[in-house]
């Protein structure tokens, strides 16, 4: 490939970045989508971008009325100002209620006088970029499959010999099928639109092809925001790799540092595995309050709570210190976001997840994986979606504490949530329920840590208003992991478990 090759931008935040550098100057692409997939929006942030670059745009319509662009236009901020426009939508015959031609085909009379009408444009405005917003009418009046075909290549033709770079819509509602307008483009975008059982629409944006340069291939989801189209790349590991240093993180809570010999190592994924309630996310945030005393940034995304629970929770449970945890928001320490499934897509959501790390989140909580997998329509690529994301994390040097609920309160032996992740993670807690003379009491225990050794106790875990901590070896006790344990012996017991 040349590597002289000059790009444009396209305008769209997280398309220069899917494409590599942007649009190839002088290029023909092709971006197709279903009817409200955010074509004209595209079209648009590219012409009013390089308006604002003093490049003179042309901005040809054959679908899309001046009033429907401005309108578009108004509804995110923008003006059509400084961009010449071609209004094609309707013709003069149409407008003053002349009848139509009914004895020659449209591609004998009405082609023609159209493209008569767009060489006019170009040949006045001498423009370096175009849209073209019309080849599903070209394709209409074009009639046949040859026609059409030799329609596109003249154009092709004629861009090239005028080093236009060209960008043209097409609304995929092919009357032809057998017509592949893709084949005799540079470059071809494809924007989908999807509606799920229960929330806002999905978009997703692919390219299938730009000749002489690379891009990133996949499916990337994209927002239609006040502002325009936003896209947000899939994230890719291994273009993320850098140096750090590793280092413990503390609990604050002394008997459960022993069990994990020291804390929880940076650049780490670790597990938090149990029923619900049983003080897996008090636990997050009980590492999350140690790290912001030391300055370090978090960041915590929750699907199963609103923020207000959070912050109280925390402040009760944790004895959180220096004005508690609305001071560490407002200091910028801790960004919490609550996040709805039915709302943010799994791309949206990594891109979140990436702003956090690039401004300086040095620890990750996900509350809960659960949430989190409602998050996502193909259930099947859950995985393989979290593999990428936690190995982003991992390289970055950001400790990642995810919580995952299982079903049932005394849950035992292999009871599983609805997804195992445990393979992905390098340590695992893992929380109980157990009953004790006549008592619900909680257990924790270290399941595995990757990186070391750790204790392979299983200690009571008590949660109350003097905050959390963690008791002595449950050694005379058997199966309490099991829900149901056997007393052998006397064992001194924490207050609330005697």
Request: glycine share 10%; net charge neutral.
């Amino acid at each position: 490939m040349d590597a002289n090759k000059q790009f444009v931008p396209t305008g769209v935040p997280g398309l220069d970045h899917v494409l590599m550098g942007g649009y190839l100057r002088e290029g023909f692409y092709l971006v197709q989508g279903d009817p409200g997939s955010g074509k004209t929006t595209v079209a648009l942030q590219f012409a009013i971008g390089r308006t604002a670059a003093k490049e003179k745009t042309l901005y040809i319509t054959l679908t899309e009325s001046r009033r429907d662009l401005d309108r578009t236009c108004r509804a995110h901020g923008w003006t059509l100002d400084g961009i010449e426009l071609c209004d094609l939508s309707k013709s003069a015959a149409n407008l003053l209620g002349e009848p139509e031609s009914s004895v020659f085909h449209p591609s004998e009379t009405e082609l023609g006088e159209t493209t008569k009408l767009i060489l006019a444009a170009i040949e006045a405005a001498k423009p370096k970029h175009v849209v073209f917003d019309g080849l599903s009418e070209m394709r209409l009046l074009s009639g046949n499959v040859l026609v059409y075909r030799r329609q596109l290549l003249a154009l092709k033709e004629f861009f090239a010999e005028r080093h236009t770079t060209v960008i043209l819509l097409d609304d995929r509602s092919s009357a032809f099928g057998e017509v592949q307008p893709e084949s005799l483009v540079g470059g071809n975008l494809v924007m989908e639109r999807t509606l799920p059982v229960y929330g806002r629409a999905r978009r997703r944006l692919y390219v299938t092809k730009v000749r002489g340069s690379e891009f990133r291939e996949g499916f990337h989801d994209y927002e239609i925001k006040t502002g325009g189209v936003v896209i947000h790349p899939r994230l890719v590991a291994a273009e993320h790799h850098a140096s750090f240093k590793r280092e413990e993180l503390t609990s604050g809570i002394a008997n459960l540092d022993a069990m994990l010999a020291g804390g929880l190592t940076s650049g780490l994924t670790t597990l938090l595995l149990g029923p619900a309630g049983v003080g897996k996310s008090t636990i997050a945030m009980q590492f999350a309050v140690s790290a912001m005393t030391t300055g370090k940034k978090v960041a915590s995304y929750v699907f199963d709570e609103v923020i207000d629970t959070l912050v109280e929770r925390t402040e009760k449970l944790c004895l959180t210190q220096d004005g508690g945890v609305r001071e560490y928001i407002r200091k910028g320490l801790l960004h919490a976001q609550q996040v709805d499934p039915a709302e943010m897509s799994p791309g949206a959501f990594a891109h979140e997840v990436r702003r956090a790390v690039e401004d300086g989140a040095k620890v990750i909580i996900i509350d809960s994986l659960n949430g989190y997998l409602n998050a996502m329509p193909e259930e099947r690529f859950l995985t393989t979606h979290l593999h990428e994301m936690f190995s982003y994390l991992n390289q970055k040097g950001v400790l990642t504490i995810m919580v995952v609920a299982q079903h049932g309160m005394l849950v035992g032996g292999g009871a599983a949530g609805d997804v195992d992740v445990s393979y992905l993670a390098d340590t695992v807690l893992l929380f109980r329920y157990f009953e004790a003379k006549g008592e619900i009491l909680q257990a924790v225990g270290v399941f595995k840590k990757r990186t070391g050794a750790h204790e392979r106790t299983i200690r009571q875990l008590t949660i109350s208003s003097q905050g959390v901590a963690v008791g002595e070896p449950l050694r005379e006790f058997r199966g309490v992991m099991t829900g149901v344990p056997q007393y052998d012996g006397r064992t001194e017991m924490l207050p609330g478990g005697k």
